[in-house]
């Protein structure tokens, strides 16, 4: 029970049933209840002058319900579930998670965001700098990004209350005796990297920012772009432990790529995550990464650079999976396409006209008529040979298919894997032994931030042995 002027009564004391009429007095315009007029649920009476003894003289804290319980086995096996009181969700608010891209969040404006299941409001003050608060002001509770951005400040839209960057209440205009140092929410740090805003939702002090020096080339070597989407199904449908799935779900791109299938498939754990080494059935080996925890890296074959340069080219990918809640994940992606000289020009000027076209069917709707049975994949591969739709949202509705096929929320412990998931297996046994040390209070791996992305220590090794 909280009182007007911040009084807080704990909530153990019961809830409040009835209270009777009361006296008010002019100190602070607030009123103070006489004796045996406040009853609890428990029928336990408030008398006035113990509440002025139990008047917090702390700060008063309007933070996110976070959820304190002990786990059992089912909880560290439960990879599927990332609110705050999971195993999953505390162990992904350990690491910095983008949150936003730094281009669609204008200066001077507040937008609402959700991560794992929690809702926060995000806004860029007007040195360029972006800030992340908690979702809803502490006053009233009314949602903060209606508000102002006021220099580096947000101000809330019901009564004007005002936040700086690190959640503390500054101003409180209507208030005839602000007490504006006993009210704080939530700030949280962030940082503006590779076209992303991160965010660090953790405890305490925030590891450094991990850095990826091969994803700042920015020159006429490469053409970077960055993207993020939303998906309709959980964090463990994404496909970036599973290599065997493209000569089927992208058999068109596959041949075009000219790719063959893999004949065996070897996942050795290193000390950034994992590597995972597929060797193909003309020899080759292809190595993809995997940075926890929710990080995935490789480079593919790029058959839209077939028709510039007389070749086929390759891209770059970077991708970070961050659940928006249980049943929705949000990706983002960095893309470096290798192209340069006139080959890069004429790329650029395909692109462009590609982002011009109008018309095209939306690729969420294509995925629900294909789920639905209205609709058959070939009848999308079709739209994209006759030129309807490009080849990357072609690849995003196949993975669509696939992947929401699974359900919202995979059922991760009916799935009977094969030996070509080694990858996957290996992925949620290193997720299954973190989380049963942090529900056990032991120490978590800590994981490199020093990662050679062409082919990792470990992961040579792993290829040279498969080679």
């Known amino acids: ?55 917090q003289e702390n700060a008063m804290e309007a933070t996110s319900n976070r959820t304190v319980q002990s786990y059992t086995d089912e909880g560290w096996h439960d990879l599927v579930h990332t609110g705050p009181g999971n195993l999953a969700g505390r162990y992904l608010r350990g690491f910095w ?23 926060f409001t995000l806004y860029r003050g007007e040195s360029g700098i972006p800030h992340l608060l908690d979702f809803r002001c502490a006053h009233r509770r009314t949602q903060l990004s209606t508000g102002w951005v006021e220099g580096e400040d947000l101000r809330c839209f019901f009564h004007g209350w005002k936040y700086n960057p690190s959640g503390q209440c500054i101003e409180q205009p209507v208030e005839p005796e602000p ?44 053409v970077r772009t960055c993207s993020s989407s939303i998906s309709d199904h959980n964090l463990f449908n994404t496909m970036v432990t599973d290599p065997t799935h493209l000569q089927f779900v992208h058999r068109e791109t596959y041949a075009l790529a000219g790719l063959t299938p893999p004949t065996a498939v070897r996942c050795d754990e290193t000390d950034y995550g994992h590597a995972t080494l597929v060797t193909t059935r003309d020899g080759h080996v292809r190595v993809k990464h995997f940075i926890m925890p929710n990080i995935a890296h490789g480079r593919l074959p790029a058959p839209e650079l077939g028709g510039i340069d007389g070749k086929s080219g390759w891209r770059e990918i970077m991708s970070w999976h961050v659940p928006v809640d249980d049943e929705h994940y949000h990706g983002f992606s960095i893309h470096l396409i290798h192209v340069s000289g006139e080959a890069r020009a004429r ?5 462009s006209l590609t982002n011009k076209q109008t018309g095209a069917p939306d690729p969420n709707e294509l995925v629900r008529a294909i789920l639905r049975g209205d609709m058959h ?47 996957e297996s290996v992925m949620r046994q290193i ?4 989380l049963r040390a942090l529900a056990e209070g032991r120490p ?24």
């Open 1 to 55: 029970v909280e009182l007007l002027d911040g009084t807080l009564l704990p909530r153990s004391a019961g809830t409040v049933r009835s209270f009777s009429p009361i006296e008010t007095t002019g100190r602070r315009g607030l009123a103070w209840f006489r004796s045996s007029r406040l009853t609890l649920a428990s029928g336990l009476p408030i008398i006035g002058h113990q509440l002025q003894r139990q008047r």
């Open 97 to 119: 998670q983008p949150v936003y891209r730094a281009s669609d969040l204008p200066i001077g404006r507040a937008k609402p965001i959700r991560m794992m299941s929690e809702d």
């Open 179 to 222: 007490f504006c140092e006993k009210v704080r929410i939530r700030g949280y740090p962030t940082e503006e990297y590779l076209g992303f805003v991160f965010a660090y939702l953790g405890e305490g002090d925030p590891p450094p920012l991990p850095r990826f020096p091969r994803l700042e080339v920015d020159d006429e070597t490469v």
């Open 347 to 351: 790329y650029l000027e395909r692109r």
């Open 377 to 423: 994949i070939e009848e999308v591969n079709a739209m994209w040979r006759a030129g309807t739709i490009p080849e990357h949202v072609l690849t995003s509705i196949q993975d669509d298919v696939a992947r929401i096929g699974m359900g919202a929320v995979p059922d991760l412990h009916s799935e009977r894997l094969g030996r070509l998931d080694v990858a």
């Open 431 to 434: 997720w299954m032994r973190e």
């Open 444 to 467: 978590l791996k800590q994981w490199s931030q020093a990662i050679d992305l062409s082919v990792g220590p470990e992961a040579s090794e792993a290829a040279a042995a498969v080679v």
